[in-house]
């Protein structure tokens, strides 16, 4: 088919602003989620008076940390200070342009549901995610504040040291599906609905729990919270940060959490495949493709229902016993993963 | 579109790695070098090698760069001083890379035939071509290698641990 290069670059640009838009809303939600919830867990009502339900809540947020006083503290390192929140929050951005949303349709010669279908999309996820360690490094350092520091050296062992695990917990469903790409490894989940999800018909269930308490240690989430605990360190390698600075490391987490609930929900749980398979009656190519779009969408909402569910049951963890944890158990766990899986496919002989 | 490209990062890259040398902060200098190898995994990219790429980036970028900024960070390294430089480097030094320089540019020219060229944007590497190559053919050289980083890294564990 004749592509006009004038369409397609229109659709693209397009294409990329509507994500980026959707997904700054979806954090400004993701944290109205988190405050009601918690509200909720801990007994009371969460956010309420702006708008139905607090739903105006974030619009005020945004505006009130936009109007505010964006202080500089007099010895800070000026260049670095303030690179570091611009590295952590477009790291966290650009990871989502490999996640597809749902199924593959072109319009034009662009696809509508992914920014960029790459080889080895698995793979920049990855590179991205550890990149974006900088951001955090480089605000405790440069922000010449001793809790800035300790929180920011923190950070850095953990994700470094959580890094490992998680890659290794991926290898598994790499394996099963032989390509790092994320739409095959998604195709290679839908023929027969929920059966054959890499979380039960892969027999993944070890992989997808090493890879779930890792990816909370990589975001910084409680329980893993470590560089931002309040209670030793008053607010981590953010300390010395506030007004929109201050917001982007916000926005940078959160938009972290979305696509580490975004790949969660690819390589565990079929990403927009029906887990009814092929047992609901098909309504047409315009119902099925929103259908995908709706189960990726309620499967993304479970895992992060579930960062705010866990923040608001599980106590912080000490250091030692996180660094013990991620080296002593979750690795050689995520190793053993990926010996049982081979030995499984060699021996069904693919 | 490659060429571009090319000469983009291959820029960034020679300047990163100046900037690497002319800073006077620890700090600065392994931002530079961040950014030297960030480049260098775009250039690999360039050259459809996609996996080395991607590793570049996770394992030299992500990995042991954050290991660089944390220990400069760690034993709070100040500004460096700085100096003339000693004699020998610009006696012997200086003509020493540049005669270098050249003797590899000679070989690299005279031998351009047998080593044969690369079109920038032409070959695409796919992972699964590198590892049949890396686990059928170059699988001893492979096995020997990851046995001598076992070895470094037992070396570093016995140096390191205390005396009981």
Known sequence: MEVNIWIFLLLNALKVIVVTVLLLMCVAYTVLLERKVVGRIQNRWGPSRVGPFGLLQPLCDGLKLFLKEDLMPLSVERPLYILAPIIALSCALISISMVPFGPDITFHGVQIFQISDVNIGLLILLGVASVGVYGIALAGWSSNNKYSLLGALRSSAQIVSYELSLGLSLVGVILLSQSFRLRDIVDRQSAHGLLSWNIVGGFQFVAFFIYLISAYAEANRAPFDMPEAETELTAGYHTEYSSMKFAMFFMAEYANMITISCVATLLFLGGWSSPFGNLLPDGGPVVQSLLGVFWFAAKVFFFLFLFVWVRGTLPRIRYDQLMGFGWKFLLPLAILNIVATSLWLALRGT | ?164
């Open chain 2, 1 to 164: 579109m490659h060429l571009v490209l090319f000469f983009i990062f291959g820029g960034l890259c020679v300047a990163g790695a100046l900037n690497l040398l002319l800073q006077r902060h620890p700090i600065n200098s392994a931002l530079s070098l961040i950014v030297v190898m960030s480049s260098l995994a775009v250039l690999y990219l360039l050259l459809g090698a996609e996996f080395l790429a991607a590793a570049q980036v996770i394992v030299y970028s992500g990995a042991i760069m954050v290991l660089f900024t944390f220990v400069i960070m760690l034993l709070n390294a100040g500004r460096e001083e700085r100096t003339h430089g000693s004699k020998a480097a610009y006696l012997v030094g200086f003509p020493g890379a540049a005669a270098l320089l050249a003797l590899l540019v000679y070989v690299f020219l005279s031998y351009r035939e047998q080593l044969g060229g690369v079109v920038l944007g032409e070959y695409l590497v796919t992972t699964s071509d590198l590892s049949r190559v890396l686990f059928h053919e170059l699988l001893l050289p492979f096995e020997v290698t990851s046995v001598l980083i076992l070895v470094a890294i037992l070396g570093a564990v016995a140096l390191a641990r205390k005396e009981q």
